[in-house]
């Protein structure tokens, strides 16, 4: 059985970092690392990742259903409908916010909502095969008074 984890522990409108998540929830770090993956969103196109308590609980709730369903090629994860989605118009932005890391998103075409899902830049033509990317370099962001570390 899959572990569980005390989501209640985690105010809705307080955002984490990593670690404190894990703190919060008595789970590892690497296992809030993972959900990063398989499409917890985080808050900014920063580090460290800040992720709302709010986004956990969903995320958690879903969790159950995105285990036995893991993302395939040119999905996408949608938080409000909870499930794995093509882009609307097979398109997606693929925002850079690391070097050679980060994050695919797209309109769900169910709720018009964002869908996300992080990817490492060279496995984009195995993760999104049919859908058209938009690169977007991380020297977009470079304007911003602050520079990651
Ligand atoms: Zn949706």
Known sequence: MAKRFNARALKKHHSYTIAEA????????QTVRAWIRNGLPVLAEKTPHLILGDHIQTFLKGDATRRRRPLGPDE???LT??????????????????????????????????CNRFAVKSQLPAIAPNLIVDLRSAELSLKEPEKAA
């Open 81 to 114: 409908c909870k499930g794995a989605k093509t882009p609307a118009g097979k398109m997606a932005d693929f925002i850079e916010m690391a070097p050679a890391r980060g994050r695919l998103t797209g309109i769900c075409p169910d709720c018009e909502g964002m």
């Open 22 to 29: 894990a703190e919060q929830l008595g789970a590892h770090p």
């Open 76 to 78: 996408l994860y949608c």
